[in-house]
């Protein structure tokens, strides 16, 4: 009798206890500096063009392509965004030079901004070549908001003649890093 009575006590007082914990005064203020930081990763362009469609006469030869880049049309995302890094890396296995120019368009056609690389010739080993980053930040980045289609030049240097019957590829992966600010 006398164990279960001391226990009971027991139990009261840790009860009283726990009601004169500490506690501080809640500020819900705090949700007004919140702030997220998100990154986004994701491919920015591909191609694997084959030598054999890139007949030519061994004289400069230009080949162009674009496609629409219509990321910038979301408005949530485009308000959000503080820097784009853009990476590439071309692999050249064709005998023959390159200049390889990317071109940020606008919704006129109109060029924004233009990378370039240079793409030496193949010469039996491996010729993959990873560019510097290309940073957008500030007014740069403002360019890059207007963008909606990317374009690609091909340049091919002069050298021996491809036809049909040319071996290798010219290759380019790219990536883009999206940091945004929600607040």
């Known amino acids: 009798m006398r164990l279960s009575s001391l226990s009971k006590i027991s139990g009261i007082l840790f009860s009283v206890f726990l009601l004169f914990s500490c506690s501080?005064?809640?500020d819900f203020d705090q949700v007004n500096d919140f702030?997220?930081?998100p990154v986004f990763v994701a491919n920015l362009?591909?191609?694997?063009?084959p030598a054999s469609r890139l007949v030519d006469d061994g004289g400069t030869n230009i080949g162009y392509d674009s496609r629409d880049f219509?990321?910038?049309?979301n408005k949530f995302f485009t308000e959000r965004l503080k820097r784009a890094d853009f990476d590439f890396e071309v692999e050249n296995n064709i005998d023959r030079a390159f200049v390889l120019n990317m071109?940020?368009?606008?919704?006129?056609n109109q060029v924004l901004q233009t990378i370039s690389f240079t793409v030496p010739s193949y010469k039996g080993t491996p010729n993959v070549i990873k560019y510097p980053t290309e940073v957008f930040e500030?007014?740069?980045?403002?360019?890059?908001?207007?963008?909606?289609?990317?374009g690609f030049v091909v340049i091919i240097a002069a050298?021996?003649?491809?036809n049909s019957e040319s071996q290798g590829n010219l290759k380019l992966r790219s990536s883009a890093t999206a940091y945004l600010e929600i607040k």
């Open 24 to 26: 501080s005064d809640l």
């Open 35 to 37: 702030k997220l930081e």
């Open 45 to 49: 362009a591909y191609f694997d063009i």
């Open 70 to 73: 219509d990321i910038f049309k």
């Open 103 to 108: 071109l940020l368009l606008n919704d006129q």
């Open 138 to 150: 500030n007014a740069r980045l403002d360019l890059l908001k207007q963008t909606q289609k990317i």
């Open 159 to 162: 050298g021996p003649p491809l």
